[in-house]
């Protein structure tokens, strides 16, 4: 069946240092990819997207790209913040049977320090 | 912008107890769906919505159930609360339920069963 894969955290990085959080799925066909992030005590938010190959989504200074080749769509930021502390989930989206088939990765916590 | 809303916000039950976590959105959205989230397992899905009177199983369904009767509320039921369904509980929307769309999650739900 479908999977996504995540790797495990926690990252501690001090702040203004590279971040990436990789992610690699398997599906059958192309599904849309996605980064929610889950701030303490809320729920997940969109972060961004990308719905084909090749694909680049962004937002706030967080990039990823669609890889179809590799299977991959990990999640980069040049520069990270304290504020950017939080849990990042990689999922991946299908129609199926009429409904949104969403699954999920285990989620990366990622905690800045100043 | 309320976007979804969950009640309660945490929950003690006893086993043996049933009660009810409402779920509501107010953009008039199509789909909706029930996520349960267990550490080092990511979000699973209990049961989805694709409309008022439309209801189907998720991934978990066991020991809960789902109504549809209006478009803006979506209440999760569980029957005979046990330890096993401690875990946080987060409803989702999206517009229609196709796989591009991005999810907007309630704040969740935080339940204890003794």
């Known amino acids: 069946g479908d999977s996504v894969t995540q790797m495990e955290g926690p990252v501690t990085l001090s702040e203004e240092a590279f971040l990436t959080i990789n992610c690699t799925y398997t599906?059958?066909?192309?599904?849309?990819l996605f980064w929610y992030v889950q701030y303490p005590g809320e729920g997940l938010q969109l972060l961004l997207k990308?719905?084909?190959?090749?694909d680049k989504g962004s937002n706030k200074g967080f990039e990823a790209t669609y890889r179809k080749e590799t299977t991959s769509f990990h999640l980069e930021k040049g520069s990270v913040q304290v504020s950017d502390s939080a849990v990042y989930f990689c999922?991946?989206?299908?129609?199926?049977?009429?409904?949104?088939?969403?699954?999920f990765g285990t989620g990366t916590k990622l905690q800045v320090i100043p | 912008n309320a976007g979804v809303t969950q009640t309660p916000k945490f929950q003690v039950l006893k086993t043996g107890q049933s009660m009810t976590l409402q779920c509501a959105q107010d953009?008039?959205?199509?789909?909706m769906s029930w996520y349960r989230q267990d550490p080092g397992m990511g979000l699973r899905l209990i049961h989805y919505?694709?409309?008022?009177?439309?209801?189907d199983q998720g991934e978990v369904p066991n020991g809960y159930n789902v109504s549809r009767s209006t478009t803006e509320d979506f209440p999760l039921r569980l029957l005979s609360a046990a330890p096993s369904q401690t875990s946080v509980y987060f409803c989702?929307?999206?517009?229609?339920?196709?796989?591009?769309?991005?999810?907007?999650f309630g704040s969740g739900t935080q339940l204890s069963v003794l």
């Open positions: 989702a929307s999206s517009e229609r339920g196709r796989s591009n769309e991005k999810l907007f």
């Open positions: 599906a059958t066909g192309y599904p849309s």
């Open positions: 990308a719905t084909k190959a090749d």
């Open positions: 999922a991946l989206s299908f129609n199926s049977g009429g409904y949104q088939k969403v699954t």
């Open positions: 953009m008039n959205h199509e789909y």
């Open positions: 919505s694709v409309g008022a009177g439309i209801t």
